[in-house]
């Protein structure tokens, strides 16, 4: 079964600053998907990025970039000038690419903080 | 375009008693998937629907079940709810007919059982 893993329970960083959040993940399967949400107070998660692990280069969105490591099975989610709005949980997730399914598997979730 | 829409946003009940959710999805998407998030054991999935049928499962007991209506609209049932299932349900939807679609979540329904 696949698993992923947050080790970073809580972050913080500076507003303008730069921050990485960390994330593992273990699977036996070649083909998947790696995503990063995001869960302000609202509650509403809003994809952030999305990964395909056929894909050698990182993806980015505006301030927002991975850096996708196959092999060592790790997609840490790197966060550039850092905004007040960027206060939420993030939750790194997983999906299989085999068999016909949009299940998610997620991590704990890294609560950052955004200081002014 | 409307968004995924969860009714009701909060419901409290009482031990033993059913509970019922509702997920209206994007329009044309086909696919419904359910997560279960709470402090202690996170987002965890339920069961995910795609064209009226329950096309994968997630590790929870048969208290919970679900169903798609033809309109793609979404239920969940919770049966003689206990203490534990207090939580927060999400709901999202895709079009569920290619591997890379991304899913769009609802603003969950919060339950609480006393």
């Known amino acids: 079964a696949q698993t992923v893993t947050q080790s970073q329970p809580e972050m913080s960083v500076q507003e303008a600053e730069t921050v990485t959040l960390s994330c593992t993940y273990d699977t036996s399967e070649s083909d998947y998907y790696l995503f990063w949400y995001k869960q302000p107070p609202s509650r509403q998660m809003i994809l952030v990025i999305r990964?395909?692990?056929?894909?050698?280069q990182n993806a980015t969105e505006n301030r927002f970039s991975v850096n996708f490591q196959k092999a060592a099975k790790s997609f840490s989610l790197k966060i550039s000038d850092s905004q007040l709005g960027d206060a939420a949980m993030y939750f790194c997730a997983y999906r299989s690419a085999e068999g016909n399914t949009g299940k998610l598997i997620f991590g704990q979730g890294t609560t950052l903080q955004v200081k002014p | 375009k409307a968004g995924v829409t969860q009714t009701p946003r909060y419901l409290i009940k009482t031990r033993g008693q059913q509970v019922t959710l509702s997920c209206s999805p994007i329009s044309g998407h086909r696919s419904v998937s359910w997560y279960q998030q709470t402090p202690g054991q996170g987002l965890q999935f339920l069961f995910e629907?795609?064209?009226?049928?329950?096309?994968n499962k997630g590790n929870f007991p048969g208290r919970f079940s679900g169903r798609q209506f033809s309109n793609s609209r979404s239920e969940m049932n919770v049966s003689t709810l206990e203490l534990g299932d207090s939580a927060l349900y999400l709901c999202?939807?895709?079009?569920?007919?290619?591997?890379?679609?991304?899913?769009?979540f609802g603003q969950g329904t919060r339950l609480t059982v006393v």
């Open positions: 629907y795609f064209s009226e049928t329950q096309r």
């Open positions: 999202a939807s895709s079009y569920g007919t290619a591997m890379n679609t991304e899913a769009f």
């Open positions: 990964q395909e692990a056929y894909k050698q």
